[in-house]
């Protein structure tokens, strides 16, 4: 399978569809955090609390929410080009396949969600990123799984940490849809690599702006 034709799943056949899911998501999901009483501050803080991580959560702070998706596209874009070419090299057949086969649309639908969402606020989709993967880690099956296992914490950690920074309560709804499908996504990680209990989390750790930065520079991600 490659390129857009060897997308398969439901997701995939349909791009455009589930970007207005995306967008819709952020407005009822505001509405449902708004009527509940909870707002985005306070859903980080209390998980900050639980986890007692002591994550600084100011480090997002002042980048401004076109910046922060800006970053969040990259990292899209970072994990989406892996499974994509995590499919083209015959690693996996069967279930496996399909799993791995939807969550690279999933994140391919998380690349053009954002990009729509920065162009519909007037702000530039940045270029695409050289990137750059570890040598046989697309050759390798335990090694392509265990770079997965790498990549969905960081981008959980991410959107985590940058959640109390977002000013716009659509931007941060649509910010938590995205959150929750990467925390499936560490899920099912978690079972192709045998782990018990795949869910092995009460809650999820949220990561700094230099920590998701230093952790990407590698791949040739870099904020900006």
């Not at 396949?97 to 053009?112: G, K, P, S, T, Y």
């Not at 950690?157 to 995205?178: F, N, P, R, V």
Request: negative net charge; charged residues 15%; hydrophobic residues 45%.
């Amino acid at each position: 399978m490659n390129g857009p034709e060897g997308r398969t799943s439901p997701v995939g056949l349909d791009r455009e569809h589930s970007r207005r899911d995306f967008l819709k998501t952020a407005a009822w999901a505001t509405a449902a955090l708004s009527a509940a009483g909870i707002g985005g501050f306070g859903v980080a803080s209390s998980v900050s609390d639980a986890q007692g991580s002591g994550v600084n959560y100011p480090t997002y702070q002042g980048l401004g929410d076109a910046a922060i998706f800006s970053f969040a596209l990259q990292l899209e874009r970072l994990e989406g080009t892996f499974y994509a070419r995590g499919v083209e090299a015959g690693l996996f057949s069967g279930p496996a396949l399909a799993q791995i086969a939807a969550i690279r649309d999933h994140e391919m639908a998380h690349v053009d969600a954002i990009s729509a969402a920065l162009s519909a606020a007037g702000a530039p989709v940045p270029p695409a990123p050289n990137l750059t993967y570890p040598p046989g880690v697309f050759q390798d099956r335990g090694a392509f799984l265990q770079l997965a296992a790498t990549f969905e914490p960081v981008g959980i950690g991410a959107y985590g940490g940058a959640a109390a920074a977002l000013e716009s309560k659509e931007l941060l709804a649509a910010a938590l849809s995205i959150h929750n499908v990467e925390c499936q996504h560490r899920v099912a990680i978690n079972i192709l690599n045998g782990v018990q209990p795949p869910n092995n989390l009460a809650f999820e750790p949220s990561l700094p702006f230099g920590a998701v930065g230093e952790a990407v520079a590698p791949f040739g991600v870099t904020p900006g």
